[in-house]
């Protein structure tokens, strides 16, 4: 049988590959890339595993294939193994989104909330995974092993919230806020699952949580938080005025005062007008939190949480308020 030379040959997008061809002739070489390892299979039996390099198939230059050497040249034909590829290059293309059903203890809601994010993932243990998630496919892309994770993430982030919120620190409006604790908290929780499947979970991010959909009772809840907020506002506003308008009149006696002894009233007219802040930030404010929906609504978008029509009608809808 003619010498073969064995490499992966699949698109960048693809984590593990086997390589179609069982029988393999004494003398061929198997090349293995500097970004990956190749693992050797006998019978569902991992016999060796390949580190970057070329190897030769060939009576004890490989450990583990002496004895299936001898055997074919017994009978006098190739001997059969699998051969797997598998890559273990670090990769931030899992961006991953979920939906969860939360119940609300503090204002007695069910409502549907939205969740994404990305992670940073390498494969540290190839046997592991080619034996319990890959099994009898030929291949596996970054796609099939985020949606096998993916329960995972949903299962940890679902615990993660009912915890909160039934300790009473959280509930569905304030539910944006725990985005740092959250994604720390479900990356602890997870890890120990990855490594079982030989997956080194190295960054988890989550980007955004927030209620999806249009629950009537949600809004109307949200609608009277927002109106004891503006009121509360209001209030502030008008106490802070009100010293203004103190402070002013305290001013135009002391410049009146000023006019006639540029002494003490005029050190208290400069120390006054000294504290004073007239600028604002109002409209940087609001800039800034328009961007905040806008980027928000757009990661809802990529996740495959909301629909491009969805996304549309929300961004014209914000668009409009503004």
């Known amino acids: 049988m003619t010498v073969a030379t064995i490499e992966s040959v699949s698109g960048k997008d693809y984590l593990v590959w086997k390589h179609p061809k069982r029988e393999i002739a004494i003398g061929s070489q198997v090349l293995v890339n500097e970004s990956e390892e190749a693992l050797l299979f006998e019978n569902g039996q991992l016999l060796h595993i390949l580190k970057a390099g070329r190897h030769l198939i060939e009576s004890g230059n490989i450990p583990g294939l002496d004895g299936v050497i001898r055997r074919s040249l017994g009978n006098n034909s190739p001997i059969k193994i699998d051969i797997w590829f598998v890559s273990k290059t670090s990769s931030t293309d899992y961006k991953w989104g979920v939906q969860l059903q939360v119940k609300d203890t503090t204002h007695q809601l069910i409502v549907p909330v939205g969740s994404y994010g990305s992670m940073l993932l390498r494969i540290d243990d190839p046997a592991s995974l080619v034996l319990q998630v890959v099994g009898k496919k030929m ?16 299962r940890s982030l679902k615990d993660y919230i009912a915890y909160k919120i039934k300790k009473g620190s959280l509930d569905i409006f304030s539910i944006e806020s725990i985005l740092v604790e959250a994604s720390a908290d479900t990356k602890r929780s997870i890890d120990r699952t990855f490594e079982r499947f030989g997956l080194k979970l190295m960054d988890f991010y989550i980007q955004g949580i927030e209620v999806i959909g249009d629950n009537p009772e949600y809004k ?27 402070q002013e009149r305290t001013l135009d006696a002391l410049n009146k005062a000023a006019a006639k002894d540029t002494g003490v009233a005029g050190q208290l007219l400069s120390k006054g007008l000294g504290g004073m802040n007239f600028g604002g930030t109002g409209q940087n404010e609001s800039n800034g939190d ?17 629909s491009e029509s969805d996304y549309n009608e929300r961004k014209k809808k914000i668009l409009d308020d503004l």
């Open 220 to 246: 109307k809840i949200k609608e009277s938080l927002a109106d004891a907020a503006s009121l509360r506002i209001r209030a502030k506003a008008a106490s802070e005025t009100q010293g203004f308008y103190q």
């Open 139 to 154: 291949s596996m892309n970054k796609t099939e092993l985020k949606e096998f994770l993916i329960p995972n993430i949903e």
């Open 290 to 306: 328009l961007k905040k929906k806008l980027s928000s609504l757009k990661d809802l978008l990529d996740s495959g949480l909301i």
